[in-house]
Structures are given as C-alpha cells and as structure tokens.
C-alpha cells in the first residue's frame, strides 16, 4: 500500500510531477520509500544513502565546497550551531504550519534566532534498556528508578552468573561515550553548562563529575566489559545486548526496540523493554539527539524538497515508517501507535518522551564537535587508567575553552 501522507492524489493537487529530488540520508532507508513518495506527489526521488559517518562526510565536504549535497539531506542535532553560523541551510518557517511544529515539540532543536532549519523524522531520544528475562533470574522484580537500584540489579544479574559485564556502557574515544556521559550528567540533576556556556563539570559535586566517577566506578566493580573502551556504542548494541551478553543499556536508544524483540534479527526476542531514565534522584530525565530533513541553501529543486519533507514528516508516514524502525518525532503519531498495541515498551516511552530536553537549550555550538572529542578522548584515557577524573574533566573543560576562541 502506498502511503500517501495526507498529501492529495489528485493530479492538479501535484504541481510538481515530473520533477526529480535528490535526498542523502543514512542507511537503511524504506524500500519503498521512492515509489511511495512519486505515487503520493508525483515527484520522483533519486534516494542515496550510506552510513551515517560517510553521510556525514559528503555533506560536510559538499558544503565547504560550496555545493549542496542534495537537494534534501540529513541534518543531525549536532551540526545546528555550526551550519547556523555558516548560513549553509534554508528556514523552513514557511514550510510547515505551527501545528505540525506543537506536534513535533524537538523542532526547537533545530531552531536558531526564530528560524527552523531542519524538521526532525527520527525521534532519537534516550531511555534505559534491559533484558527483563535476567533481570527476572536474578531476582529483580522492581525495574529500577534510581542509579543506586540500578547497580544492585546489574550486582544480582553478575552474582547469579548470568552474564559477566551486566551494563553496556561505551568507553571507546567515539561519540557514544559523549552521549552516555551527557545522559548520566543529566541523570546527577545537572547540566554541562550555565546559559553563559561556562562549564559546570569541574567541582567533585558537581554532576558532570559525578556522571564520569560512577561510569569508573561500573569499571572497577566489573560491571562494564573492559572491552569497552575499544566499543562503539552499536557494536556494544549489536554485539552483546543483542546476543544476551549484557543486560542494561545504559544510553538505550528507543529505536532498536523493534529488532530486538524480533525473533528473526535477535537472540533476546521478547526480553527487551525500555525503562525511563534512571536518576540518582529517581525523577527521570533525558535529552533528544534528532536527526532532522534540512534544505542546502543551493539546493537545485528546492520547491520539491519541501513536498519530500513534508511528506516524510507527516503523521500517516511516521506511523508507517515506525515498521522501518524509525522512532515518529510527531506526539500524535506516537500516542496513535500506543493506542494500537504497535508502540513497543510504549508506556515507558510515552512516560519519558515529555521529559527530553535539548542538551544545549540554545542550539548545539558551533565547536560541538571538538568539544564531544574531547569529552570521548578524555573518558577513553581515564577508563584505561592514563588519566584521572579530575584530570579528564580539566581536559575536557580547557578543550571547550579553547574551542570557543576559534
């Protein structure tokens, strides 16, 4: 069945058949994704994907070349500040109304000085995932809401001998160890930085610090896969939670629900769900890391980009697309999905969904990413003992210093 996403089939409602429109996004994609969308609007689509690292590096070197990518292609959270400042992307302002950004309440992400540069498609904000089955071997019947409960359970799964490292956790110097620190940042009740962008990791009581003490603490207790440091986040993913290797994701990712509890691509097929967040608190928190559709600003067919984007985005493809494993970014469509019986763990995610923040309320700075590579390096030394924590948030705290200068 074509989907056609509530954009009228009739032809004098396709102003643009005929035209082609060029998208970069990472792989894997629908499909049937191009079929879809010229039965829709009439517009063909000429889809090109790759990975996400090698998406990233054609647009970046499209863009510094003074050439657009695509005439639609990948825009994530992180690149905000900087194709901001570059003036790269087209305001989407007029390209969708205001009720489609209230049910896309992550679009602020993307939002610079009131302009829109991206609408989100992937909703990729973070929970916590277990394998509910070990959890049950080893006695926990109460999922855990505190990071104290959440280390007593990791220590019965490990007693019970069920597995060895019973928390997945990435250490290696890649951007999955900058995310899972922002996440138990978050997680400690603090924030990376004041509004004046000044650091607020530094002091021992502080939660940045306290975040990177408790990932070298899991460590030391055995509870982390030594291994780790040399991990990325989605081989620790696909290679231990997906195997029942391990039993808690620390840094979850609600879109891998779907091929974990599917007996033909997993192991541990209908013992995975997602919990919130747990806290030290026990009042959950989270941040979002969209992955958004954005316009270069010499795009060739910037008029039919528009219709893929809108047409990508709605409600009726979100919820078809959630079959794909793409998590909707539209509330409506996640709430539609829940009411289905379709939206698996949908009552943790429902429950975490209104508490995701954005990590840099402002926008991602335009030094994101030397500022995440220190961070990554700086964790990956102190996890092979080079390094203290003190030393690696001095490190960390003088890179984002120096990053700012630039």
Request: hydrophobic share 45%.
């Amino acid at each position: 069945m074509a989907i056609t996403s509530g954009i009228a089939l009739a032809d004098d409602a396709k102003p643009f058949a005929g035209q082609t429109v060029s998208v970069l996004l990472p792989s894997p994609q629908d499909a049937n994704m191009a079929a879809d969308f010229e039965k829709a609007t009439g517009i063909k689509l000429d889809l090109q994907t790759a990975s996400w690292d090698d998406v990233s590096v054609k647009i970046s070197t499209a863009l510094l070349a003074g050439t657009a990518p695509a005439d639609v292609t990948e825009f994530d959270w992180s690149w905000t500040g900087q194709f901001a400042a570059a003036d790269w992307y087209t305001p989407l302002n007029d390209t969708v109304d205001a009720a489609t950004l209230d049910d896309i309440k992550g679009s602020t992400i993307f939002n610079v000085n009131g302009k829109v540069l991206a609408i989100p498609y992937t909703n990729d904000f973070r929970v916590m995932l277990v394998n509910k089955k070990q959890f049950a071997d080893a006695g926990v019947t109460v999922m855990p809401k505190t990071l104290d409960e959440l280390v007593a359970a990791a220590k019965a799964v490990k007693a019970k001998g069920i597995v060895k490292y019973p928390i997945g956790l990435p250490l290696s110097a890649t951007e999955g160890a900058s995310t899972s620190w922002y996440l138990l940042t978050k997680a400690f009740g603090g924030d990376l930085f004041d509004k004046d962008m000044k650091p607020l990791f530094m002091a021992p009581d502080s939660a940045g610090y306290k975040a990177m003490a408790f990932e070298m603490m899991l460590l030391k207790e055995g509870l982390v896969d030594p291994a780790s440091t040399g991990l990325k986040d989605s081989e620790i993913n696909e290679t231990l939670f997906a195997k029942g290797l391990t039993s808690i994701m620390i840094s979850g990712e609600p879109g891998r629900l779907g091929a974990y509890n599917d007996p033909a691509q997993s192991v541990v097929a209908g013992q995975v769900q997602a919990i919130p967040v747990a806290t030290e608190s026990g009042k959950t928190r989270s941040f979002g890391l969209l992955e958004g559709l954005g316009i270069p600003r010499n795009a060739q067919n910037p008029e039919a980009a528009k219709e893929f984007i809108k047409w990508m985005t709605s409600k009726d493809y979100q919820i078809h697309n959630y079959g794909n494993g793409v998590l909707p970014t539209r509330t409506s469509a996640l709430a539609e999905l829940q009411q289905q019986g379709k939206l698996v763990s949908g009552e943790a995610l429902v429950e975490q969904a209104p508490t995701v923040e954005a990590l840099f309320p402002s926008g991602a700075p335009a030094w994101y990413l030397q500022f995440s590579l220190a961070v990554n390096t700086s964790i990956n030394s102190a996890a092979k003992g080079e390094i203290s924590v003190d030393q690696a948030v001095q490190r960390i705290a003088e890179a984002a210093a120096e990053a700012v200068k630039q």
